[in-house]
């Protein structure tokens, strides 16, 4: 027989084993406890009651014969993990009290663990539970924060998925961060889109941001939230990964949901895809380029943005159709990568309302 140790350190599993000691005499005890065993010599209870009550007498013996078996066991307790190569046969399983049941593949549980991020913050949460609940495999909350998720209580009740309401410090953990707004979520990751087959469905008007080696998560939040609000869908990157970084999604403030990213197979080859399906490809620069004031956008556009010490490439910059410059005061070198992205998607969206 075995059991399962039950706490935090599961992978321990717990058998009990014949001792070579033990003998007919049986007098071992309790076998997790150690306590309640029954000497050999030990004399049977009286029989005061056997005449008015028989019947009750005779299952009482039953009983004491059973509770002495237990009391009176040979096995006792021993640990044991499981081998290292996951040997988990049946017939292995059998013959050292374990089942294949009991034994986790580490090999799935990391694959597992690699199709699944975190989501923190109250509003990309919402905005989540509102886009794609399907996705959410775990939640934990804050007291503070339940009457504002009661319909997303319900639902992972109703649907079976585990939640938890704990208090800040379990929460910071279970995030990775303490900046969780009261609320994490353990979700399945949305894939990126290959650039075909976005193309294939994008509308007749289609504002597409493609980022060469941005990688600050707060800039990609940032970057999501000013897309979302001008109706930019798409974003090209080259891992579609970084969108989905719990301090990205929460930055975003709901935007990511509104948002995909879109991959090839190297970034310029992304680039010219969108180019060979009619898109103008729009270059920015701090020092060269025409005004952004004087500069019309077609209704296809892909604004195409780089980190802010190094810029784009050489060969990025000569696949842009329109090169241009946001003018200002010049006191500052440039500017950030989010606000410059906020600031072209602002004047395509006029633009295209106007």
């Known amino acids: 027989m075995n059991d399962e140790n039950k706490s935090k350190s599961s992978k321990v599993k717990v058998m009990y084993v014949r001792g070579e000691e033990a003998s007919s005499s049986r007098s071992s005890g309790n076998p997790r406890t150690g306590k309640g065993g029954r000497s050999a010599d030990r004399k049977a209870p009286t029989d005061r009651r056997s005449s008015s009550s028989p019947r009750r007498d005779e299952g009482s013996s039953r009983r004491n014969d059973s509770s002495s078996h237990r009391n009176d066991s040979p096995w006792r307790t ?3 993990r499981p081998t290292e190569q996951g040997e988990s046969t049946q017939a292995s399983g059998e013959e050292e009290g374990l ?6 593949d580490p090999e799935q549980l990391r694959r597992q663990r690699q199709e699944e991020t975190r989501v923190y913050g109250e509003n990309a949460c919402q905005a989540l539970f509102q886009s794609r609940p399907e996705a959410i495999v775990r939640a934990w909350f804050v007291q ?3 009457p504002r998720f009661r319909e997303t209580l319900r639902w992972l009740a109703a649907n079976r998925k585990a939640y938890h309401v704990v208090d800040d410090s379990e929460l910071a953990k279970a995030a990775g961060t303490e900046h969780h707004g009261g609320v994490c979520f353990i979700i399945k990751k949305q894939t990126g ?6 193309l294939s469905q994008a509308a007749e008007q289609d504002c597409v941001v493609a980022l060469e080696n941005v990688g600050n998560p707060h800039n990609l939040g940032a970057i999501m939230r000013s897309c979302a609000h001008f109706g930019a869908k798409a974003i090209l990157v080259n891992d579609a990964n970084l969108l989905e970084s719990g301090a990205a999604v929460r930055t975003a403030e709901g935007g990511a949901e509104h948002v995909r990213a879109v991959t090839a197979a190297s970034f310029l080859q ?3 895809a969108f180019r060979r399906a009619g898109y103008s490809i729009v270059t920015t620069s701090s020092h060269e380029g025409q005004p952004l004031a004087s500069t019309t956008f077609p209704a296809k556009t892909v604004f195409v943005l780089g980190q802010e010490g190094e810029g784009l490439h050489e060969d990025t910059l000569r696949q842009g ?8 005061t010049g006191n500052i070198e ?16 006029r633009q295209q309302k106007a």
């Open 78 to 80: 021993v640990s044991k």
């Open 99 to 104: 089942t294949a049941k009991s034994y986790i």
């Open 144 to 146: 503070s924060v339940t």
């Open 193 to 198: 889109l290959d650039v075909a087959a976005w």
């Open 270 to 272: 992304g680039l010219d």
């Open 321 to 328: 159709d329109i090169s241009l410059s946001i003018g200002g």
């Open 334 to 349: 440039s500017l950030n990568v989010s606000v410059a992205a906020g600031i072209l998607l602002g004047e395509w969206w």
